[in-house]
């Protein structure tokens, strides 16, 4: 058996308004400290040029009126930076590749110097544990009774990815 106070991590998601990943509408992370979450936050993210792509809007209902006033990324990158990164270096996410590099490719555009970060994938775990025809985050959360919110709003799916990531390392024991 792990020991909670050894599970610390930040879960986080990102939601894009195009198909360029340094589109970036909306940040969620979850927060896990001591195998416990301690805190989920999102904030809506107004993307270069604040233009939508007609598929991005009809996966998570984001429109450029949502965040035409939102903060740009730098902004918002500054803000979970100040307050999380001090105490967290470890992210996870369900599809790494994706988050990772809409976190490289905003960090690119904003000519922002990013942290040495440690990167675990709740998706390939569960490929690796479990045998579900289907390893979305929405099914695998169906499947093992794990609370659900809204599926693509940034900070649900951090929180349902946390709340995986935590189940995958129980059940992997």
């Known amino acids: 058996m792990t020991d909670k106070s050894d599970i610390n991590f930040i879960a986080i998601d990102f939601e894009t308004a195009t ?5 970036i509408c909306e940040v969620g992370i979850c927060v ?11 904030w809506l993210v ?22 035409e006033d939102a903060p740009d990324f730098r902004q918002v990158w500054e803000e979970i930076e100040r307050t999380y990164l001090d ?13 990772r590099s809409c976190l490289h490719h905003s960090a690119e555009l904003y000519r922002i110097h990013l942290p040495e970060l440690k990167w675990i994938c709740s998706l390939q775990m569960a490929r690796r544990i479990y045998s579900f025809g289907c390893n ?9 009774g794990i609370e ?26």
């Open 19 to 23: 198909s360029k990943r340094a589109s």
């Open 32 to 42: 896990i400290r001591h195998g416990e979450i301690a805190e989920t936050r999102s």
């Open 46 to 67: 107004r993307p270069e040029d604040n233009r939508y792509q007609y598929w991005n809007i009809k996966v998570h209902g984001i429109r450029p009126h949502d965040t």
């Open 87 to 99: 105490e967290f270096d470890t992210f996870v996410a369900h599809n790494v590749p994706f988050d």
């Open 136 to 144: 979305s985050l929405d099914y695998l959360c169906e499947q093992l």
């Open 148 to 173: 659900q919110g809204t599926h693509h709003r940034a900070g649900d799916d951090a929180e349902m990815c946390a709340r995986l990531y935590l189940r995958e390392i129980n059940d992997k024991n």
